[in-house]
């Protein structure tokens, strides 16, 4: 294959390789995410295939995705964060304090609580970073504490009702029948460009660029995907018409796309990304080319808490309230194990956040999907714990296959 002129041919080729050589990326999961789809269709297809509950996986997976967006920083320098749980309940409870008992406006009360999510991080990054404290005791201890914090900013375990439009809309709330179509659109437009530009970019550098088909078919793959299920969700999806009508996207799927985009290109495209790769992948080598590695600790934990506010705020506008066990139960559990299903290794230096997001739809269509079975929660506890094992096992399996052929 001349190196000029990849062809199609070739490059599935060099894939097969990749793979091979224990670089499977997002395969597994997306393949997880393909049966499961189809075992849960097949059981229950008149409920879990219906308008209604595609459009309920993006409403139920919010926090987690958001949540695990945030791990995927702290898991590429081989970290934890075991606190984001309810730190994200910490942060929704403070925009639920300031939003009801203060009665300011949710201009105020939502930055206040992104503001709140970055002052933890920048806390447990600097324990971590500055005194040498391992990430797990760190934030276990953190885990513990915002416990009690938010117990006390609950008075001892009230439950504080929210009843602000904007911010109960944000993880309630649908766009329009043409917004939706008008995002979608723009969605695909924006991604097609990207990609063109990219391929244009390598080939007038003269570097390796994937075949034009390659590329085409990537856009028109992603372009079939998001047409399908912007037509999905904007049918007639309301259980009762007569009283009201619900179709469109969910507001919160174009608040996903904002910082799917936002941290892909954060750690893609930017000097910044590059230097939290090379930290997760050899820290001391990464010291010696002059990388600040303490820096970089502390702002991966201060983006990983920033991403829980955001999912503790929309957990809370979920739920239109806030509660002791707000960000608490499964929920760390369940992001962690989105963000490494997804392809994120544990061992740091490999993940990207769409990985989180893959991650995230295995994670909830499990969820949902045993709870259309009525299935009880042992069995869903036990049945995720697999699939996270499993996760696991191939993450140590790939890299001990990648080390073994020199990759």
Same mark, same amino acid.
């Given at each position: ?30 393949? +997880? ?17 219906? &308008?209604? @509950?595609? &459009? ?116 309630? +709330? ?65 259980? @009762?018409?007569?009283?009201? #009508? ?36 050899? &820290? ?83 969820? @949902? ?35 073994? #052929?020199?990759?």
């Amino acid at each position: 294959m001349s190196r000029d002129r990849p062809t199609v041919g070739g490059h599935l080729r060099d894939y097969w390789a990749r793979i091979r050589g224990g670089d499977l990326g997002t395969l597994p999961a997306v393949l +997880g995410l393909l049966i499961l789809i189809l075992i849960f269709g097949s059981a229950r297809s008149e409920t879990f295939l219906s &308008a209604l @509950n595609f &459009a309920n996986l993006f409403n139920q997976s919010a926090q987690i995705v958001f949540i695990a967006m945030g791990l995927v920083f702290v898991l590429l320098l081989g970290e934890i964060d075991l606190s984001a749980g309810f730190g994200s309940g910490v942060c929704g409870a403070v925009m639920a304090i300031l939003l009801t008992t203060h009665g300011l406006p949710w201009v105020v009360a939502i930055p206040a609580a992104m503001a709140t999510g970055v002052l933890i991080g920048i806390v447990l990054g600097l324990l971590v970073a500055k005194l040498g404290i391992p990430s797990f005791v760190v934030t276990l201890a953190a885990f513990l504490g915002f416990q009690g914090v938010l117990l006390t900013l609950l008075e001892g375990g009230k439950n504080i009702a929210i009843d602000d439009e904007f911010v109960t809309s944000l993880n309630n +709330g649908t766009l329009s029948v043409r917004a939706s179509w008008i995002l979608a659109v723009a969605g695909v437009a924006g991604f097609g460009l990207a990609q063109f530009l990219r391929w244009r970019a390598r080939v007038i550098r003269g570097l390796i660029a994937e075949p034009a088909g390659i590329v085409l078919a990537r856009i028109a793959g992603v372009a079939a995907l998001a047409l399908s299920a912007t037509y999905v969700l904007t049918l007639e999806r309301a259980v @009762n018409v007569s009283i009201t #009508s619900l179709k469109g996207i969910p507001i919160v799927v174009p608040i996903i796309l904002f910082f799917l985009v936002l941290w892909t290109f954060v750690l893609g495209r930017t000097t910044y990304g590059r230097h939290v790769y090379a930290v997760g992948g050899n &820290a001391e080598a990464a010291r010696r080319a002059g990388i600040p590695v303490d820096r970089i600790r502390v702002s991966v934990f201060a983006i990983a808490s920033f991403m829980a506010s955001i999912g503790g705020i929309l957990i809370v506008s979920r739920q239109s309230s806030v509660d002791p066990n707000t960000g608490g139960s499964n929920i760390l559990l369940y992001s962690v194990g989105a963000a490494v299903i997804g392809g994120t290794s544990l061992f740091g230096g490999q993940g990207k956040i769409i990985y989180a997001v893959i991650g995230g739809a295995v994670i909830i269509v499990i969820e @949902n999907g045993m709870t259309l079975l009525a299935l009880n929660s042992g069995v869903k506890f036990i049945f995720t714990g697999l699939v996270l094992l499993a996760a696991a096992s191939v993450d140590a399996l790939a890299r001990r296959r990648a080390a073994a #052929s020199g990759g």
